[in-house]
């Protein structure tokens, strides 16, 4: 079963644009979260998707915005970008099932981004 | 106090010794409990996950969890030098038990020596 995958992989960009990353989830993942990870802060959550619904949200601005689709493929936003926003960007999914506690999140290899 | 804490080390052991990571977590409603690995350049793997008190062995890995001390740990026996990577204890927070946030520590550093 191919695992998660997410584009594009490495991303440069300057102040002030706006980027789009695109994640998909493993066959059968109905739920995709996001997160953020920079050497100061470590690996932050961003949001989480189920059901073409963000179902929680981390301590992020409005500038970073996301969606899920039928095929529970996911998108994120960033508008306006910072210099600050330079991180890896890292997808997650996981089944979503009825056994929730259980529940397992499996990583993507991480879109790179630069802002300069 | 960080929600979930672990020492950034690091932690170098011999090749062939035991290895030994832990995480403390504030949140007693925490529920599942994971432990990532996340070579340098690379996404983070999942290693172990554990759920009830007790230990729980695979391969050469063991979690341990005590949820009344709100501890998780990971044992790594006859530690390689392909272990060396960063070790992330990871804390699922459920919210109205229908969502997943994962909560992350900052790592623990694992050095293998040859």
């Known amino acids: 079963k191919a695992g998660v995958t997410q584009t594009p992989r490495y991303l440069i960009k300057t102040r002030g644009q706006q980027v789009t990353l695109s994640c998909s989830p493993i066959?059968?993942?109905?739920?995709v979260s996001w997160y953020q990870q920079t050497p100061g802060q470590g690996l932050q959550f961003l949001f989480e998707?189920?059901?073409?619904?963000?179902?929680n949200k981390g301590n992020f601005p409005g500038r970073f915005s996301g969606r899920q689709f039928s095929n529970s493929r996911s998108e994120m936003n960033v508008s306006t970008l910072e210099l600050g926003d330079s991180a890896l960007y890292l997808c997650?999914?996981?089944?979503?099932?009825?056994?929730?506690?259980?529940?397992?999140?499996?990583f993507g290899p991480g879109t790179r981004l630069t802002v300069l | 106090q960080k929600e979930v804490e672990q020492n950034s080390g690091p932690l170098s052991v011999p090749e062939g010794a035991i290895a030994s990571l832990n995480c403390t977590y504030s949140?007693?409603?925490?529920?599942?409990f994971f432990w990532y690995r996340q070579y340098s350049g690379k996404s983070p793997e999942l290693i172990m996950s554990?759920?009830?008190?007790g230990d729980k062995e695979d391969g050469r890995f063991t979690a341990q969890l005590n949820k009344a001390s709100q501890y998780v740990s990971l044992l790594i026996r006859d530690s390689q030098p392909s272990d060396s990577a960063t070790y992330l204890c990871?804390?699922?927070?459920?919210?109205?038990?229908?969502?997943?946030?994962?909560?992350f520590g900052t790592g623990t550093l694992l050095a293998v020596q040859p």
């Open positions: 066959s059968g993942h109905r739920s």
């Open positions: 997650a999914s996981s089944i979503a099932g009825t056994q929730l506690n259980t529940d397992t999140q499996y």
């Open positions: 949140d007693r409603g925490s529920q599942s």
């Open positions: 554990i759920y009830s008190n």
């Open positions: 990871a804390v699922n927070r459920r919210y109205g038990g229908a969502t997943n946030k994962l909560i």
């Open positions: 998707y189920f059901s073409e619904t963000q179902r």
